[in-house]
């Protein structure tokens, strides 16, 4: 099993940062050029909600169903349902540190799957590319925020 973790933090309360995440339209302003997202079904986050997505990289398509889970004020964790990974779970968290600032944890588990399919997965979601997906995330998130 694989672990990714990133964090950072941003000059926003806790709940801002928590209702900000929360919306659907969060996951196409987080998401990076060269990357797009086109969302299937994306509803406001509760418990148990699917997300149904193709994630865009290049020129490549991919298919993506993820379900959310552990749904709370300061977090939410979304678990592959199908896609490219073997298994793929990422919890998202929000923890006040204090005047006005929040820390935002990203900790993701994953597998690859095995044969051809693993070897393009494993360029497309290897540590460098998930370092500058979750650095232009934490990058924009404090962007947006900062805007009000």
Do not use: C
């Not at 990714?4 to 929360?22: A, E, I, N």
Request: charged letters at 25%; hydrophobic letters at 40%; a positive charge.
């Amino acid at each position: 099993m694989h672990v990714f973790t990133h964090r950072f933090l941003v000059r926003s309360s806790l709940d801002k940062v928590g209702h900000f995440h929360r919306q659907p339209q969060a996951l196409k302003a987080l998401t990076p050029p060269p990357m797009r997202i086109e969302l299937h079904a994306y509803g406001d986050m509760s418990e148990g909600m699917e997300a149904d997505f193709t994630l865009w990289i290049l020129f490549q398509p991919i298919r993506w169903k993820a379900k959310h889970i552990a749904v709370t004020d300061t977090g939410f964790t979304d678990v592959q349902v199908e896609g490219p990974m073997h298994y793929w779970s990422h919890t998202h968290e929000y923890k006040s540190v204090g005047n006005n600032k929040v820390e935002v944890i990203d900790r993701i588990e994953y597998e690859f799957p095995k044969g051809i399919n693993g070897l393009w997965t494993r360029l497309l979601f290897s540590r460098l590319a998930l370092r500058f997906l979750f650095t232009y995330r934490g990058w924009q998130t404090k962007r947006l925020l900062a805007k009000g």
